[in-house]
């Protein structure tokens, strides 16, 4: 599997944006699909999954219901919809695939081994 994150870019602070993540491949309906984030001078950290099949979602704590995280399978596509962002969400923007993943480890980077190759989201004050 093969993934393209865009959608990323220059917004104000209180605005929305939303990323979307591609995939080539097949059985795009098998694989958990997440997005983490790194912030300039930080480690990155869980956003978002969505889980194979059903579509269960989680969400890291900050989030707040700020995000929501969405799948199409027939568009091989997960969006993640960012609403009331704040300069603090200011990141690149990953999102990363794992074929079958356990619930126990959506939020563990070490169990995805698609990656995209990430997109900046600026969030101005």
């Known amino acids: 599997v093969q993934l393209q994150a865009s959608g990323g870019g220059l917004v104000q602070a209180g605005a929305f944006r939303r990323l979307s993540c591609t995939a080539s491949?097949?059985?795009?309906?098998?694989?958990?699909v997440a997005w983490f984030r790194q912030a300039p001078g930080k480690e990155r950290e869980f956003v978002s999954a969505?889980?194979?099949?059903?579509?269960?979602?989680y969400y890291g704590d900050f989030v707040k219901g700020r995000f929501t995280s969405s799948r199409d399978n027939d568009k091989k596509t997960v969006y993640l919809q960012m609403n009331s962002l704040q300069p603090e969400d200011t990141a690149v923007y990953y999102c990363?695939?794992?074929?079958?993943?356990?619930?126990?480890?959506?939020?563990?980077?070490?169990?995805?081994?698609?990656w995209g190759q990430g997109t900046l989201v600026t969030v101005s004050s």
């Open positions: 990363a695939a794992a074929n079958f993943l356990h619930d126990n480890n959506y939020s563990t980077e070490r169990y995805y081994n698609f």
């Open positions: 491949g097949r059985f795009f309906i098998n694989y958990t």
């Open positions: 969505i889980k194979y099949g059903v579509g269960t979602t």
